[in-house]
Structures are given as structure tokens and as C-alpha cells.
Nanobody, 126 residues
Framework: QVQLVESGGGSVQAGGSLTLSCVAS???????VGWFRQPPGKGREGIAS????????VYDDSVKGRFTISLDKAKKTVYLQMNSLKPEDTAMYYC????????????????????WGQGTQVTVSS
């Protein structure tokens, strides 16, 4: 059982930045970690993923160039640096972990992630 805890959400003006953190109890058997978000009234969407044993990052086009996913192995923490935030980035943000393979680790395969955090709210005002 992997426990994930997100933090770092908050309210920011458009153009601002936030860094989200996802601390895991253990990534050993679930090395694929993704960040997802669910805007108000909409479904959950994947935005970024990283394979923690041999870092390879994948981004959704909606955040490419603005968001960066990174890993601190010693702290068992995956970060999501979010720059140039837009009002449409307003959502509940979740991290998730799964055991999928290196090449299968993607934010676009939501159903393959086994463990999910409780989420952290990001609100971007115009």
C-alpha cells in the first residue's frame, strides 16, 4: 500500500507560479508517478508523469513548456513546478502512482494508476 500526500496548492493570480509536492511512502514497486487535475464540473485529466527509477517525463500539451515535473529520490517527493498559470489551470490537483512499465508511464492512461492522493486545490484568478 502506497500513501501519497500532496501539498503546495493555493490561490495565485494569472501569470504566477506554484510548486506542488507529492510525498510517497514508497515508490519502489510503483515507480510511475503522475499529476492529474480535475477542474470544477469537469472530468479528471492527466497533465504530467515521471518514471522515478530512470527519470523520463511526459507532458500533456496543455501544460508543456509551462509545467515541470521533477523528482527528489532522497525525499521520496515528486514536484510539479507550475509557471505562467492561467485561470483555466484552476482545479483540484492529484498525484498518483502505479506499477506500469517505463514506456507505459504516461499521464494519458489514468486507469493504470493504483494509488491516489487526496488532492490539493489550485485557484488562478484573472
Amino acid at each position: 500500500q502506497v500513501q501519497l500526500v500532496e501539498s503546495g496548492g493555493g490561490s495565485v493570480q494569472a501569470g504566477g507560479s506554484l510548486t506542488l509536492s507529492c510525498v510517497a511512502s514508497d515508490y519502489t514497486y510503483d515507480p510511475c508517478v503522475g499529476w492529474f487535475r480535475q477542474p470544477p464540473g469537469k472530468g479528471r485529466e492527466g497533465i504530467a508523469s515521471i518514471y522515478t527509477t530512470s527519470p523520463r517525463s511526459v507532458y500533456d500539451d496543455s501544460v508543456k513548456g509551462r509545467f515541470t515535473i521533477s523528482l527528489d529520490k532522497a525525499k521520496k517527493t515528486v514536484y510539479l513546478q507550475m509557471n505562467s498559470l492561467k485561470p483555466e489551470d484552476t482545479a483540484m490537483y492529484y498525484c498518483a502512482a502505479g506499477s506500469q512499465s517505463y514506456w507505459a508511464c504516461s499521464p494519458h492512461t489514468t486507469s493504470t494508476y493504483t494509488y491516489w492522493g487526496q488532492g490539493t486545490q489550485v485557484t488562478v484568478s484573472s
